[in-house]
């Protein structure tokens, strides 16, 4: 009896809380061939299991793998010099991303209800996307033909989860969402780099849904899609609003919209501060598009450089540098309805946006500032301070269009573009501002101030001039 008392404790200060776990000893081969999803379950079981503590994949491997679920009190440490790849075999991919919504991708990294989280390293996490897609284009990537489950996987979900740290990792080629979070409270993203193919739609770096009290600094993101991306997503409505974030020293670029709040919007988005950023060749810089009963309020932009390019159509967004609309979405008849419709409903309303400003912005591109709403009151109390519009032609592709997808009303419109351009909205202050037309000025270049039915247009030391 002495002697087996002995050996358990042995085991148990041979293994203590806050030990390493090597997925190599659980049985992960790390040759880029073998599905290592059980030996890293295997590692991450018993590391809960002893109370938390550290689950290491060493350097110098490619761990292949399917899905697999992260548990409380891990840290989830890729080391530098390894690789996370992800599975081509799109028969595996079976959870859902979004609950009983099975057309909008499935589950590779997961975890529910977790508390003290981590995933760290210098290491790379790789969703294998192009694996997932089908002919490449020009300008995108074909998506393929599914019958009710689209195999394509999210790289990481995580619902409901309380104090996460992801920190370090480089995050690369998702088929789909990149890091999606649900519900989360207390989160903190520093020092990741985010590679997603810019051709690959629905490739979203991070979105935050339904979450609060997050963190984003210090980030490097390339993105086919929206690269930080707010939003309260229909699916989710338990969790309540997203508030309480903050994003400030992050480099992105964006197909589509590098910062956007929307589009999927049931609930509250408020209290964000967007600070010190850099945004780079991409089709829009900022988007506030609101779509659903959800509102949008107290919202900061502040030093911005913001450049922005035409894209094609396959892409929402004409080059605006700034970007807020409210419009209800599309009818059940329209593919982006379905499940963004309230249940049982056919179409639906707008809430307001308001209590936004912009100050200390710089921006560069072929479209200027646009802000449209379905009434005055949609859209009110914009503040605009120190903000530069450069508008100067850098693409072959044709612009002359505003982008109002998706939507009730015309998506894309042929007209003039203004530096600002301000329809169907309330209060707007334009102050310390200026438009700069460059010296390839576009032929669809239109006025630097256009308004139509505007409650009320205050401006202050505006001016416009050419390059």
Excluded at 292 to 314: A, C, H, P, Q
Excluded at 388 to 406: A, H, L, Q
Aim: charged share 20%; net charge neutral; hydrophobic share 35%.
């Amino acid at each position: 009896m002495k002697f087996l008392i002995a050996i358990a404790l042995l085991i148990t200060i041979s293994m203590p809380a806050g030990a390493q776990y090597n997925i190599i000893r659980y049985g992960a081969k790390g040759d880029g061939k073998t599905n290592d999803a059980r030996a890293i379950q295997k590692a991450i079981d018993a590391c809960a299991a002893a109370g938390g503590g550290q689950v290491l994949l060493p350097a110098g491997h490619v761990y292949l793998s399917g899905p697999f679920n992260l548990k409380s009190f891990v840290e989830f440490r890729v080391e530098s010099g390894a690789k996370l790849l992800a599975s081509p075999d799109e028969s595996i991919y079976k959870q859902s991303a979004f609950r009983d919504n099975k057309g909008e991708g499935t589950i590779w990294i997961g975890g529910k209800k977790l508390e003290q989280v981590s995933i760290t390293g210098g290491g790379v996490i790789d969703g294998n996307g192009i694996s997932f897609m089908g002919e490449e284009l020009s300008d995108s990537y074909v998506l393929k033909p599914f019958n009710i489950i689209d195999p394509r996987p999210h790289l990481l979900t995580l619902e409901g989860c309380n104090k996460l740290n992801i920190e370090g990792v480089t995050f690369q080629n998702s088929a789909y969402w990149t890091v999606h979070l649900i519900g989360c409270n207390d989160v903190s993203i520093a020092n990741i780099t985010l590679l997603n193919s810019i051709k690959i739609r629905n490739s979203d770096g991070i979105d935050l849904d339904h979450s609060k009290n997050v963190r984003i600094t210090n980030c490097y993101i390339e993105s086919g899609d929206d690269c930080i991306c707010l939003k309260n997503r229909r699916e989710f409505e338990e969790y309540g609003a997203c508030e309480n974030i903050v994003v400030s020293n992050c480099t992105m670029t964006s197909s589509s919209c590098a910062i956007k709040i929307g589009s999927e919007n049931m609930d509250r988005i408020s209290n964000v501060l967007i600070n010190n950023c850099n945004i780079r060749k991409s089709n829009r810089g900022i988007g506030i598009q609101n779509r659903d009963e959800g509102t949008v309020s107290e919202v900061i932009f502040s030093n911005l450089i913001i450049e922005s390019k035409l894209f094609s159509d396959v892409w929402w967004g004409k080059s605006e540098p700034i970007y807020i609309t409210a419009y209800p979405r599309a009818t059940a008849n329209n593919k982006d309805a379905g499940w963004r419709l309230p249940k049982g409903q056919t179409k639906g309303f707008v809430g307001a946006v308001k209590n936004i400003y912009f100050s200390n912005i710089r921006c560069t591109g072929e479209g200027g500032v646009y802000i449209s709403g379905e009434s005055p009151e949609k859209i009110s109390n914009i503040e605009f301070d120190q903000v530069s519009v450069f508008m100067n032609k850098s693409t072959t592709e044709m612009g002359g269009i505003y982008d109002r997808r998706p939507s009730n009303v015309e998506g894309l419109i042929k007209s003039p573009i203004a530096g600002f351009y301000f329809e169907n909205t309330g209060n707007i202050n334009v102050s310390n501002s200026q438009v700069i037309w460059g010296r390839n000025k576009p032929t669809y270049a239109g006025k630097a101030i256009e308004q139509k039915n505007v409650s009320k247009l205050k401006t202050a030391n505006f001016t416009e001039r050419n390059d």
